[in-house]
């Protein structure tokens, strides 16, 4: 009788006796090792077929010329635009590396923005998203509070991204989270008390797995998670997450590193080298431990920038330089009515000065050209027979609607 033959694998020829595991189909047999090689093979080209897919979205440009797209619609803020440029440029090109076989994981580029109210923050971080073609979304970090108190989780955020992606799982890993307001996290104090901190030290303790990229489970409607609930498994590893806030009173915090640093005469000269109009410049992450965020949180932001205070030059550039600045925004609209609109010297001064004085920064000038545009805008619309072909907002013109509005009562300190 025929000594019956002994199985062997399809692909490699390897006997059964020779591996640990034969598995048999219908017309063959694989091994435990080819199967290995074969997972090995699928995820690679899973992963370059995601990279080609990510190459052909992303509208990838390199620093100088991201830089060159925020100029036409953000005026000043160099430093912090050309921080940006390089942050959004390394992550990006770090999602789109090939695998080799050096073992060198590029890490993320997460960026913190300190500047006051006003100054830009919100808008550059848009700006860049538009600009990259990536999902984008904005979360309010003051709404946050510790898991299991009434508020929002900290997953609300990629609820809000899933959302912006239209729930493209694969999209969303790869886009930007802004926080707003991050400043209103810090820590309250930094004495021990019987109650918890549950929307501050608490909320930034919960951010850390999402900083550092973690799969986390999202709720896709948003809201508070309850154990029946769907979750969307969504990995942050890729995530770009910029933070920005006013951290009003750090000024302080850095005016007292800096003059505390040594004592005598060579203080005395360095401190009259030092801007004391603009001391957001000098900015180091202990300053935010000093204001309050915790030292794991300020590790997982390797970027630190800062905006600069909006002087009058600057104000007056922003209300008519940018692609969508308000002179073209109401230029426009009047156009839509069929009359022409322009400015008289002066008005636009007069503008910049009051916004100056109310201290409301660049969404400042928005309010009060709403205020003196206001009645033009109710009438001339309506205005069927006698609706004039051009409309000159005088100095005078200027000032008599804005002395009527209840803007012309806000007192500053």
Same mark, same amino acid.
């Given at each position: 009788m025929k000594e019956k033959e002994e199985?062997?694998?399809? &692909?490699? %020829?390897?006997?059964?006796?020779?591996?640990?595991?034969?598995?048999?189909?219908?017309? %063959? !047999?694989?091994? @435990?090792?080819? /199967?290995?090689?074969?997972?090995?093979?699928?995820?690679?080209?899973?992963?370059?077929?995601?990279?080609?897919?990510?190459? *052909? @979205?992303?509208?990838?440009?390199?620093? /100088?010329?991201?830089?060159?797209h925020l100029d036409q619609y953000v005026i000043g803020q160099n430093d912090a635009k050309k921080t940006m440029s390089v942050a959004v440029y390394n992550h990006f090109k770090r999602l789109t590396q090939a695998v080799t076989d050096d073992e060198t994981e590029i890490e993320k580029s997460n960026v913190i923005l300190v500047g006051e109210t006003g100054t830009g923050k919100t808008l550059i971080a848009k700006t860049i998203a538009r600009i990259l073609n990536v999902p984008f979304c904005i979360a309010d970090a003051t709404v946050l509070t510790e898991a299991g108190y009434v508020g929002e989780d900290v997953e609300s955020i990629l609820s809000r991204l899933l959302q912006a992606a239209n729930y493209d799982v694969e999209a969303a890993e790869r886009g930007i989270v802004f926080i707003d307001e991050i400043d209103k996290i810090a820590r309250k104090s930094d004495n021990a008390s019987i109650t918890r901190d549950v929307s501050g030290e608490g909320v930034q303790? $919960?951010?850390?797995?999402?900083?550092?990229? $973690?799969?986390?489970?999202?709720?896709?409607?948003?809201? +508070?998670? !309850?154990?029946?609930?769907?979750?969307?498994?969504?990995?942050?590893?890729?995530?770009?997450?910029?933070?920005?806030? *006013?951290?009003?009173?750090?000024?302080?915090? =850095?005016?007292?590193?800096?003059?505390?640093?040594?004592? %005598?005469?060579?203080?005395?000269? +360095?401190?009259?080298?030092? @801007?004391?109009?603009?001391?957001?410049?000098?900015?180091?992450p202990a300053d935010l431990r000093s204001f309050g965020l915790i030292p794991e949180l300020i590790g997982r932001?390797?970027?630190?920038? !800062?905006?600069?205070?909006?002087?009058?030059?600057?104000?007056?550039?922003? =209300?008519?330089?940018?692609?969508?600045?308000?002179?073209?925004?109401?230029?426009?609209?009047?156009?839509?009515?069929? /009359?022409?609109?322009? &400015?008289? @010297?002066?008005?636009?001064?007069?503008?910049?000065?009051? $916004?100056?004085?109310?201290?409301?920064?660049?969404?400042?000038? +928005?309010?009060?050209?709403? $205020?003196?545009?206001?009645?033009?805008?109710?009438?001339?619309?309506s205005a069927e027979e006698d609706k004039p072909e051009e409309f000159i907002v005088t100095a005078a013109y200027a000032k008599e609607k804005l002395n009527n509005s209840g803007l012309s009562r806000l007192k500053v300190a």
């Amino acid at each position: 009788m025929k000594e019956k033959e002994e199985i062997k694998c399809s &692909f490699c %020829g390897r006997k059964k006796s020779e591996v640990n595991i034969m598995i048999g189909g219908l017309t %063959g !047999h694989i091994c @435990d090792s080819c /199967v290995e090689q074969a997972v090995k093979i699928v995820e690679e080209e899973s992963s370059s077929r995601v990279r080609t897919s990510l190459n *052909a @979205d992303l509208n990838l440009l390199r620093p /100088v010329e991201i830089k060159r797209h925020l100029d036409q619609y953000v005026i000043g803020q160099n430093d912090a635009k050309k921080t940006m440029s390089v942050a959004v440029y390394n992550h990006f090109k770090r999602l789109t590396q090939a695998v080799t076989d050096d073992e060198t994981e590029i890490e993320k580029s997460n960026v913190i923005l300190v500047g006051e109210t006003g100054t830009g923050k919100t808008l550059i971080a848009k700006t860049i998203a538009r600009i990259l073609n990536v999902p984008f979304c904005i979360a309010d970090a003051t709404v946050l509070t510790e898991a299991g108190y009434v508020g929002e989780d900290v997953e609300s955020i990629l609820s809000r991204l899933l959302q912006a992606a239209n729930y493209d799982v694969e999209a969303a890993e790869r886009g930007i989270v802004f926080i707003d307001e991050i400043d209103k996290i810090a820590r309250k104090s930094d004495n021990a008390s019987i109650t918890r901190d549950v929307s501050g030290e608490g909320v930034q303790q $919960a951010l850390l797995k999402l900083l550092e990229g $973690a799969t986390i489970g999202v709720p896709p409607q948003g809201g +508070r998670k !309850h154990p029946e609930q769907k979750l969307v498994q969504v990995n942050t590893k890729n995530i770009l997450f910029i933070c920005g806030g *006013a951290f009003d009173g750090i000024s302080r915090q =850095i005016s007292k590193r800096l003059n505390t640093q040594a004592v %005598g005469y060579s203080t005395q000269e +360095r401190n009259a080298e030092l @801007d004391q109009t603009n001391m957001l410049q000098y900015i180091s992450p202990a300053d935010l431990r000093s204001f309050g965020l915790i030292p794991e949180l300020i590790g997982r932001f390797p970027v630190l920038t !800062h905006l600069n205070p909006l002087t009058a030059e600057t104000l007056i550039r922003i =209300i008519q330089e940018p692609k969508n600045s308000l002179v073209k925004q109401y230029i426009k609209l009047f156009e839509m009515e069929g /009359v022409k609109l322009s &400015f008289e @010297d002066g008005v636009l001064d007069f503008i910049v000065e009051k $916004a100056i004085e109310f201290k409301l920064g660049a969404r400042g000038l +928005r309010s009060i050209c709403e $205020a003196i545009m206001l009645d033009a805008m109710f009438d001339i619309p309506s205005a069927e027979e006698d609706k004039p072909e051009e409309f000159i907002v005088t100095a005078a013109y200027a000032k008599e609607k804005l002395n009527n509005s209840g803007l012309s009562r806000l007192k500053v300190a």
